[in-house]
């Protein structure tokens, strides 16, 4: 009776340590996946502090479109931080300050 309960013990420890491998495994490649590709994170683009000269255009006419007035942008700073949470709090907080009709 000692040998089954045994028996039973080991092979439920071991699916057990299966399974939290396989759990580590995919938490790790997800981890990889999110990183940034180096070929993309050493592009340098221009004089905006490496972002795509047609990118800045493009925020330009977004922004002239959005506010119906000539726009200059003078300066892009990309944030490449993990703090999605903080960063969609802060957005959430600048959009209270919003003085305009909401979109």
């Known amino acids: 009776m000692n040998a089954g309960i045994l028996l039973v013990a080991v092979t439920c420890l071991g699916i057990v340590m299966v399974a939290m491998s396989l759990l580590a495994g995919v938490c790790e490649l997800l981890r990889r996946l999110g ?48 703090d999605r949470w903080s960063r969609a709090g802060r957005m959430d907080i600048m959009d209270s300050h919003r003085i305009g009709p909401r979109r």
Do not use: M
């Open 35 to 82: 990183q940034r590709r180096p070929d993309v994170a050493a592009a340098d683009g221009g004089s905006s502090g490496g972002v795509d000269p047609h990118l800045v255009v493009l925020l330009t006419a977004a922004a002239s479109e959005a506010l119906g007035a000539p726009v200059a942008v003078h300066k892009v700073h990309v944030h490449t931080g993990g």
